[in-house]
Structure formats: structure tokens, C-alpha cells
């Protein structure tokens, strides 16, 4: 199965801020990976598809890049909204996993 | 609209099975691969299962060890997840997902307690 590690686990930041999450991949994956946000107690929404796509509706101070094992997710200014944790997931082969997630925290 | 609706969850004593339901609308289901997650309390996301539209091609995380079986009734845009022999780290929210690129549909989840 492939493996997915996300760096940091966790960061705090400012509302204003750039920030940036990085998920790397055990295998190549092309560019077969997502990216979600998840608020407490709800469910997960899709931001980012095929590595750089931008879901529809989501905002666009949020963007990805990447491609083979590495990938980044830019939030390029941060509003209050923004502080959630994040989780990258990949579909270049069934077992879809998902990284272990990225907590943005307010500094 | 799009929505995905589980339900079925609850408390079950370790051994004990579920059946989870997802029930779904707004769009044309019986094209869409629909899929499990789960997230125990306060971690991360775990992909269990997946279906084909067709059912054609099923999928399940091998964690499960065979207990769980996903089906779909395309009549009745319906999706379910039987889950047998349940142990307490089964215990999590149950979310249903729709792909389309990705996982870009999702249900509010349904809550598992195993206890």
C-alpha cells in the first residue's frame, strides 16, 4: 500500500500569514492526489484534486502543487476560517489512504 | 443538490454487528463509485472500502481483515456497509464519500460506539 507522511503535524500561524503543508508519497502516485479540510465535527471537504486542480467553490488563496512523491498545499494568505487540520489522500491505487493530517493552529 | 445521508450507527458490545446505510441524492448515483471512511475519536482518516457503480470492483482496507462487507442498491441509491464482529477499535464516525476526482461529495457521518 502506498504511504503518505504529511510535515508538520501541526504549525501555528497568523491570520495574514502564507502558509505551506507538504505530503510526500512512499511511491510515485503522478499527480493522483487530493486534498481536504476538516473542521471539528464535521465532515472532510474537498479543496484540491489531481494535485493542482482547485475544487469548485473553494477559495482561491488555496492551492496545490506537485507530482511522483511530492506535494504541497499553500494557503497563501490565511483568513480565520482557515485554521482546521488538512489531510492529502491518494488515488493512484486502491488502498485510497489519506496522510495523517495537519493541524493549523491561531499563534 | 448533492447529499449523502448515513445512518445505522449506534452502540453495539464488542462481537456485535451493524449494518450502516447511505442514502443518496441530487445526482445520478448509479454512475458514481461511492466509498466508507471512518475516523476514530479525535484521529485521523481512514479509508475502509470502496464500491464500483456497476459493482463491478470492490475494495476493502485489509485492517478489516474480512470483517466488513460493502454492497450497493442502485435502485434504491442506496449504499451499506455490514459490519461484523466489531471490536472496540472499530469505534468511530462512519462517513460515506462520492468520487468524482476525488472524494468530493460527503455524508455528516454516523456515529459507532463499540462498548
Known amino acids: 500500500a502506498i504511504q503518505l507522511t504529511q510535515s508538520p503535524s501541526s504549525l501555528s500561524a497568523s491570520v495574514g500569514d502564507r502558509v505551506t503543508i507538504t505530503c510526500r508519497a512512499s511511491q510515485g502516485i503522478g499527480t493522483y492526489l487530493a486534498w481536504y479540510q476538516q473542521k471539528p465535527g464535521k465532515a472532510p471537504n474537498l479543496l484540491i484534486y489531481?494535485?493542482?486542480s482547485l475544487q469548485s467553490g473553494a477559495p482561491s488563496r488555496f492551492s496545490g502543487s506537485g507530482s511522483g512523491t511530492d506535494f504541497t498545499l499553500t494557503i497563501s494568505s490565511l483568513h480565520p476560517e482557515d485554521f482546521a487540520t488538512y489531510y492529502c489522500?491518494?488515488?493512484?491505487?486502491?488502498?485510497?489512504?489519506f496522510g495523517p493530517g495537519t493541524t493549523l493552529n491561531i499563534k | 443538490d448533492v447529499q449523502l445521508v448515513e445512518s445505522g450507527g449506534g452502540l453495539v458490545k464488542p462481537g456485535g454487528s451493524l449494518r450502516l446505510s447511505c442514502v443518496a441524492s441530487g445526482f445520478t448515483f448509479n454512475t458514481y463509485t461511492i466509498n466508507w471512511v471512518r475516523q476514530a475519536p479525535g484521529k485521523g482518516l481512514e479509508w475502509i472500502s470502496s464500491?464500483?457503480?456497476?459493482?463491478?470492483?470492490?475494495y476493502y482496507a485489509d485492517s478489516l481483515k474480512g470483517r466488513f462487507t460493502i454492497s450497493r442498491d442502485n435502485a434504491q441509491n442506496s449504499v451499506f456497509l455490514q459490519m461484523n464482529s466489531l471490536t472496540v477499535e472499530d469505534t468511530a464516525v462512519y462517513f460515506c464519500?462520492?468520487?468524482?476526482?476525488?472524494?468530493?461529495?460527503w455524508g455528516q457521518g454516523t456515529l459507532v460506539t463499540v462498548s
Open positions: 464519500a462520492r468520487t468524482e476526482r476525488a472524494y468530493d461529495s
Open positions: 464500491i464500483s457503480s456497476g459493482n463491478d470492483y470492490i
Open positions: 489531481d494535485a493542482s
Open positions: 489522500q491518494q488515488f493512484k491505487s486502491y488502498p485510497e489512504t
